[in-house]
């Protein structure tokens, strides 16, 4: 099965993220992404195509000096959360 995923704003409230650090965050998030979706799939009426103007995610729990890196595999896992196949 091919995945398309288009994100067009990932809206994070409350977090100052560095602009060095958004590079980072943005690529640790497409590959914990594509592994999620890659071991688990879609959720069920996502699989046939569908435009969501957004999705309700979890809140997340973070350190006030998360690495750019692991923040962006804790957004990754809630943006799944939202759009994955349960488990």
Do not use: F, N, W
């Amino acid at each position: 099965m091919k995945i398309v995923l288009h994100i067009d704003r990932v809206v994070l409230d409350g977090l100052a993220v560095a602009g060095t650090d958004g590079p980072r965050l943005r690529r640790a998030l497409a590959r914990e992404l594509t592994r999620l979706l890659a071991d688990g799939g879609v959720a069920q009426g996502l699989s046939a195509g569908t435009v969501l103007p957004h999705i309700q995610a979890p809140r997340l729990s973070y350190a006030k000096r998360e690495k750019p890196d692991a923040l962006g595999a804790k957004i990754a896992q809630a943006v799944h959360a939202g759009i994955g196949k349960p488990r």
